[in-house]
């Protein structure tokens, strides 16, 4: 016969035999000798004598039948596997047993088993077939899983009883099971990377990979197998020399870690500070470091040490070491410094000082989530710790800024208090009143002079009469700003006001223009 072929090669003459029904003509086509044909086609017909049957058979199977020699040996580890499995599957649930502890132990007490390779092989096929799930075996210092908790912390502002919601970011390293909690104000990229710098820090390493699942933040296109991360995520990566992983879409069992540390994070960190009130995100994040640092080092139930200890001896040593400087998300804008010597930030509405003398420059503003630069001439001029998004139009004015001589500079540019008053005069006494109030509802007088020259400007848009008209509305609100007068004169309120004041009722008493012609 020649010598033994390959199953590949057996299952083709069989095909080919199939298909003509003769041996001579198989032997022809497949320049192989007759006897060979014969011999594979009567081995195959000895178990059925449907050869489309046997050709559709699995591998294993199908070597069974082909290779007597081998059946038995492989019948017989099939038993001993197909005994053991719900034994070893016990096992993996259990905490630091692992697929090459257990396949150790079925090597040692068996004379005939399957490689290391075929036996996982096998044990992964056994638990998709029953939708089995199984402990997955963590490389210490290799991966930080992160994910955002599905429940939102909160804390309430002292001054206005407002309260604000918090996203919080769970991380954790699988193989210790080391956690790390923070709340942000929201799961935008420049908090998420704000986050991912935290944890970093708390961890005092660097691990060699991150795995989260598809977040806007994280992901701009969702691919099993090569996903897009956002481009400061990338960055962020290169920076630390991070890889960056995304579990597959709508699979939260690849990161069955952190989905856990979520829920205890619920039990042991939510849980205890249910009744507490906390009046800034600043204090909410140390009462959850505080119940954190109690939570890493809780003992195991079912093993020795605690998270702490056993992320500090055995992952720690194995993580490389922070660079000097954090990943920082930097962005810039141009703006014109303008005559109360502050530069908008138009991301965010405010207003930053910058020193008088460069009233009239152009400056470069440089801002990340926390400071804000001015540049001017490609020097520094000024840095301010940035205003909440929630204060649009506020201003952060620093002292150093202001001119020796504030009054006399003012007059210099043209405007002062005074001179908005005089003009404000000129319109009315409700636009006089309304100029007063803005000026005096400022820290730093200057401050208001934009306003003031906006309702200025409006009576050239509308009349003097209209802006007159709407400033009575302020006053008997008994506030006003400039967007207040621009809302009024846009919607006609104004002259709904003078309609409802010049209309003359009907009435008996009352006589009519006729009465005096």
């Known amino acids: 016969m020649g010598k033994i072929k390959r199953m590949d090669q057996v299952k083709l003459i069989l095909k080919v035999f199939l298909k003509n029904g003769s ?73 630091g047993v692992t697929r090459q502890l257990i396949w150790e132990e079925y090597k040692s007490t068996n004379d005939q088993f399957y490689s290391y390779s075929r ?52 991380t954790v390293c699988p193989f210790s099971h080391y956690c790390f909690v923070i709340a942000l104000p929201s799961q935008k990229v420049q908090d998420f990377i704000h986050g991912i710098n935290q944890a970093l820090l708390f961890l005092g390493k660097l691990p060699k990979k991150l795995l989260s699942d598809n977040l806007k933040s994280y992901v701009t296109r969702s691919d099993k197998y090569e996903p897009k991360f956002n481009d400061l995520c990338v960055q962020l990566g290169a920076h630390y020399g991070i890889e960056l992983q995304a579990t597959r879409p709508r699979k939260p069992k690849d990161k069955a870690s952190v989905e856990n540390a979520v ?27 505080d119940q954190l640092e109690i939570h890493n080092q809780l003992p195991f139930q079912k093993k020795e040490g605690s998270r702490k200890e056993r992320f500090e001896q055995y992952e720690k040593p194995l993580m490389d070491n922070l660079p000097n400087e954090l990943f920082e ?129 409006l009576s050239k848009r509308y009349s003097s009469l209209r802006v007159e008209n709407a400033a009575k509305r302020c006053q008997k609100a008994g506030k006003g700003n400039y967007p207040m007068m621009k809302n009024i004169l846009e919607k006609n309120l104004d002259q709904e006001h003078e309609a409802l004041i010049l209309k003359i009722p009907d009435h008996t008493n009352i006589r009519g223009p006729e009465a005096y012609q």
Request: charged content about 25%; overall charge positive.
């Open 119 to 170: 036996f996982c092989g096998k044990l992964k096929r056994y638990i998709a077939s029953k939708d089995l799930t199984i402990a997955l075996n963590h490389k210490p210092g290799d991966v930080l899983q992160i994910d955002f908790a599905g429940k939102k912390l909160c804390w309430v502002d002292i001054n206005t009883g407002e309260e604000h919601n918090c996203e919080v970011l769970v």
């Open 23 to 95: 041996f001579k003509a198989t032997a022809r086509k497949l320049k192989i000798s007759k006897n060979t044909v014969k011999h594979y086609v009567r081995q195959a017909q000895k178990f059925d004598h449907d050869l489309k049957k046997i050709i559709s058979l699995e591998q294993e199977s199908f070597f069974v039948i082909f290779n007597k020699e081998a059946s038995d040996l492989e019948l017989e580890k099939d038993r001993i596997f197909l005994e053991k499995i719900s034994f070893w599957l016990e096992e993996l649930c259990k905490p």
């Open 263 to 289: 829920r205890i994070a619920y039990q042991r960190i939510y849980a205890p500070l249910r009744n507490e009130i906390f009046h800034s995100i600043e204090e909410l994040n140390r009462g959850i470091k």
């Open 329 to 457: 998300i930097k962005k810039s804008t141009k703006a014109k410094v303008q005559r109360n010597y502050h530069v908008f930030l138009g991301e965010e509405k405010n207003y930053y000082s910058v020193p008088h003398q460069f009233v009239g420059k152009q400056a470069i503003v440089l801002y990340n989530r926390t400071m804000v630069e001015v540049y001017i001439d490609r020097k520094r001029v000024a840095l301010h710790n940035r205003l909440d998004h929630r204060n649009s139009h506020a201003y952060q004015t620093s002292d150093k800024h202001l001119p020796r001589n504030h009054e006399q500079w003012k007059a210099s540019q043209g405007y002062d208090g005074a001179y908005f008053i005089a003009q404000a005069a000129q319109i009315g006494e409700a636009t006089q009143w309304l100029i007063q109030q803005i000026l005096i509802g400022k820290i730093y007088e200057a401050q208001a002079y934009k306003s003031c020259a906006g309702i200025i400007h």
